[in-house]
Each structure stands twice: as structure tokens, then as C-alpha cells.
């Protein structure tokens, strides 16, 4: 079955560093998302991307948020200068259309911040 | 604003049903979905409803629609120990064609 695979599955870095996560979406799906999970707290949608552009975003993904499709299969979330608060899980997902809206989402990368 | 509220914790027995509640606000959502999330694991879809169904049945699972009472239901019948994980509830609220809004996701205990 087609599966969302997201690098890397754990990253630790030190407050202000940058970071890159990545994403290869299903080949064939045309949305690609990123969603966060703080320990102990709800999945929250931070953006959606179609069309090499953002469709939408939440107040979470301010300007130190970016995202890209550099080529044809990756997607990455850019972290600029990272905070204590950025630690979490961040899910990529994709998904064919947006109707029913079945998004396929990855394992996850784990996000922390010291 | 847009919420949607579940309980925390069930733990049933193997064999038994699990029945898992949950809530929103947004009255106008189009889709409810339920998401699985086992340990180490991203979230896997499991099944969805579309606003104007009241029930959806696939296999062990059945979906229960309340659109009045703003309430949802899963409910695993036979429930095995690969059971186990955390169940999220989302929809999607009616301003958006994209986001999904999560619960805070039930934590299923299957006991032997």
C-alpha cells in the first residue's frame, strides 16, 4: 500500500538552529499537509500546500514556518530559528483531493528543542 | 470556534464491543472521520462519514452520526488486543477544504 515516509524520525537540535524536516508524499496525490502534535495535546493542522502554493495555514505557521516542493516527490516544513515551544511530533500528510479530504499521513518526525 | 471533545480513556475486554464518543461544534462539518494511532506510528485513517449518513458500517466498525446532538460514535465490535491505540476523531470544519480538526484522541486498553 502507498505510504507517506518522513525524515528524520527523530531530530534534536539546540534553540535558534534551523530546521529542515522532510517529506516524500504519495506519488500520485496532489495536497500535501503538515501537522504538529505537542506532547500531551491534540493534533493541530499548521498548513496545507496545492499547486505550489499555500492554500492554507493557521496561526501557528507565523514566519519562521516555511514550506517547499523543491522537485517532484519531496516536501519539506523549514523551522528558521527554533524555539523550546517547536517540540513536538510533525506529521506530513497527503491527500488526492480535497472532497472527502482522505488524507494519508506519515509516522512522524520527532521534533526536540534544548 | 471549532472543537470537538473526546473522553480520555476506555479499557475493555477482548471480545467485547468498545463503543467511543465524541463531540463537535461545528454543525455545518461536511466529513467526520476516525483515525487510529498506534505506538511509534503516524494516524491511519479508518473510516469516514459524510454529513447527511447516520450510520456507516465496515466491517467490525460501525459509525453512529447524531447531527442534532452534534455527536459521534465508533464502535469496534469483537475488539482484539491489535486494538489497542489511541483514536482520534476529526472533522472538517465547513469554512475549510483543507484542515482537519482533531479530538484529543481516546486511548483504547483491550485486556485479555
Known amino acids: 500500500e502507498p505510504e507517506v515516509t518522513q525524515t528524520p524520525s527523530h531530530q534534536v537540535t539546540q534553540m535558534g538552529q534551523e530546521v529542515i524536516l522532510r517529506c516524500v508524499p504519495i506519488s500520485n496525490h496532489l495536497y500535501f499537509y503538515w501537522y504538529r502534535q505537542i506532547l500531551g495535546q491534540k493534533v493541530e493542522f499548521l498548513v496545507s500546500?496545492?499547486?505550489?502554493?499555500?492554500?492554507?495555514k493557521s496561526e501557528i505557521f507565523d514566519d519562521q514556518f516555511s514550506v517547499e516542493r523543491p522537485d517532484g516527490s519531496n516536501f519539506t516544513l523549514k523551522i528558521r530559528s527554533t524555539k523550546l515551544e517547536d517540540s513536538a511530533m510533525y506529521f506530513c500528510a497527503s491527500s488526492a483531493s480535497s472532497g472527502a479530504n482522505v488524507l494519508t499521513f506519515g509516522a512522524g518526525s520527532r521534533l526536540t528543542v534544548l | 470556534g471549532e472543537d470537538v471533545e473526546q473522553s480520555l480513556f476506555l479499557s475493555v475486554r477482548e471480545g467485547d464491543s468498545s463503543v467511543i464518543n465524541c463531540t463537535y461544534t461545528d454543525s455545518s462539518s461536511t466529513y467526520l472521520y476516525w483515525y487510529k494511532q498506534e505506538p511509534g506510528a503516524g494516524l491511519q485513517l479508518l473510516t469516514y462519514?459524510?454529513?447527511?449518513?447516520d450510520m456507516k458500517q465496515d466491517q467490525r466498525l460501525t459509525v453512529l452520526l447524531n447531527k442534532k446532538d452534534k455527536h459521534l460514535s465508533l464502535r469496534i465490535a469483537d475488539t482484539q488486543t491489535g486494538d489497542s491505540a489511541i483514536y482520534f476523531c476529526?472533522?472538517?470544519?465547513?469554512?475549510?477544504?483543507?484542515?482537519?480538526?482533531f479530538g484529543s484522541g481516546t486511548r483504547l486498553l483491550v485486556r485479555p
Open positions: 476529526a472533522e472538517i470544519p465547513v469554512d475549510s477544504s483543507y484542515k482537519l480538526i
Open positions: 462519514i459524510f454529513s447527511n449518513m
Open positions: 500546500f496545492y499547486n505550489n502554493e499555500i492554500s492554507e
